[in-house]
């Protein structure tokens, strides 16, 4: 297990360098970031002037290398816009984001996992033809507009929720729903295909034949083996969910770290900008990474192969 677990390390701190070069290098070559932070009616010594403060003037590498080597001591330089340290700036918005990515990614598995294994356990049933409509609709619906249903049902007609904001736990109530239903729906279908394939397994059917009883056979035998596609792909939408929460949090005025990403966008706020990318890469990574190495525990010929 610690070489498996070495290995797949390695392979993570790879990956993490390989982004933070690609994202680096693709925002300076973009455009002229010193013509973007002047504004359209600069003129050209304004222009120099910029690029020679800002050192857009040195060669990429350079910049990388100084950049590169900041972050890792968690100094990702200072906002253009906010006038603000980077680090302290994603460090009050990236707990609304997180909190709100782990409340959907809880409410996506333990929506999904149970009605996966229901409806594998009673194909073609009614609880199948309900988990297959809702697999749809997840799909089928966009995130902003199920939102903003929400919203006027829930806040605006009856009154029962707030419609923004972050001051109780009730403020992401419905962010939780809209963003856990949008992964519900590959989750419940992968859990079903994994369990109709595991139960019609010989060794399922070895361990009924030894006389044991149907939750021992469900979930110590078959479960263990579906879920194991799930883990990875849950660690995936808990990325995706961290980093592309931006439509959620503009809807219920969550100014978290995916609306933060909206703003440094449009205002061309560089360095915050550099810096979402790379942590939000960091999330998919470690997820990633975390996900291996549960897959391995269940699975021990993961270890092997």
Not at 7 to 29: I, Q
Not at 85 to 90: E, F, G, K, S, Y
Not at 233 to 262: D, P, R, T
Not at 282 to 293: E, K, P, Q, R
Request: glycine content about 8%; aromatic content about 12%; overall charge neutral.
């Amino acid at each position: 297990m610690l070489i498996y677990t070495l290995k797949r390390l390695g392979l993570a701190v790879l990956v993490a360098l390989a982004v933070s070069m690609l994202s680096f290098a693709l925002l300076h070559l973009s455009g002229d970031p010193a013509s973007a932070i002047a504004g359209e009616s600069a003129t050209d010594a304004d222009i120099a002037a910029i690029r020679a403060f800002y050192g857009f003037d040195r060669p990429l590498i350079v910049q990388y290398a100084d950049w590169l080597f900041s972050a890792l001591r968690g100094d990702f330089g200072e906002s253009y816009y906010f006038q603000l340290p980077v680090a302290q700036l994603i460090g009050d918005r990236l707990s609304i984001t997180m909190t709100l990515g782990i409340c959907g990614i809880s409410f996506a598995i333990l929506t999904a996992v149970p009605l996966g294994v229901a409806a594998a356990v009673r194909p073609n049933s009614m609880i199948d033809r309900m988990a297959l409509f809702i697999s749809v609709m997840g799909q089928a619906m966009p995130s902003f507009w199920f939102g903003l249903v929400l919203v006027v049902i829930f806040s605006i007609k009856f009154r029962l929720l707030p419609p923004s904001g972050t001051e109780s736990w009730k403020n992401f109530i419905m962010p939780t729903v809209v963003l856990g239903y949008y992964a519900m729906p590959a989750i419940m279908r992968l859990t079903r295909a994994g369990m109709l394939d595991v139960l019609s397994a010989d060794y399922v059917r070895t361990a009924r034949a030894k006389g044991a009883s149907e939750m021992r056979v469900m979930f110590k035998h078959a479960l263990r083996n579906a879920i194991i596609p799930v883990v990875s792909l849950s660690a995936v939408q808990m990325g995706f969910m961290l980093g592309g929460s931006i439509v959620v949090e503009s809807i219920f005025a969550l100014h978290g770290a995916g609306y933060l990403a909206w703003e440094s966008i449009g205002r061309n706020d560089l360095p915050t900008v550099q810096a979402l990318i790379l942590i939000f890469a960091l999330f998919y990574i470690v997820f990633t990474f975390l996900s291996d190495l549960l897959n391995a525990w269940l699975d021990p010929r993961m270890r092997v192969g």
